[in-house]
């Protein structure tokens, strides 16, 4: 069970871009920005994806944890694991990207993305050294207000964060 106000357990059924899978849990004492995308969807495609290489181009080597999470709840036949390696590869993402799993009862919506009660994606997450989520954009937040955010994470210490 995980405690309030601490990010849910990422639910992922296959990684790439890593050697290793990650564990949200073990990334304690590292900021983690994530963003949920699909590959046929366009605000993914144009923003989401382009932000989250320049923000792991900028903060990686500051030990920020940069994830994309494929969170797909339509279009599931053309959205399989060859086809996002292809688009990966496509479009020069070199951050793990998680595979969500898929919902337990058969239903279209997977289980990271209904842990994190997701409306849709792009969903960024930003997450703090203590494990806490604090904050979740459904679409696109501009790219000065994102650096911002992260820097402050990155600067805040590990046990005094505000909430």
Do not use: K
């Amino acid at each position: 069970m995980d405690q309030p106000g601490m990010a849910p357990h990422w639910r992922i059924s296959e990684w790439l871009n890593t050697p290793e899978p990650i564990d949200l849990q073990a990334q304690r004492g590292r900021v983690v920005v994530a963003c949920a995308f699909q590959m046929l969807c366009p605000g993914c495609v144009s923003h989401a994806i382009p932000q989250l290489r320049a923000v792991h181009d900028l903060f990686a080597p500051q030990g920020v944890l940069v994830a994309g999470l494929h969170t797909v709840f339509e279009h599931h036949d053309a959205m399989t694991t060859t086809s996002l390696r292809a688009f990966l590869l496509e479009n020069r993402v070199q951050f793990p990207v998680g595979v969500d799993l898929p919902a337990d009862d058969g239903g279209p919506i997977p289980r990271t993305m209904q842990a994190y009660r997701m409306q849709g994606t792009p969903t960024l997450l930003l997450i703090d050294r203590s494990g806490r989520l604090r904050r979740q954009v459904f679409g696109h937040m501009p790219d000065l207000q994102l650096g911002a955010e992260i820097s402050r994470l990155v600067l805040e210490p590990q046990s005094g964060a505000a909430g």
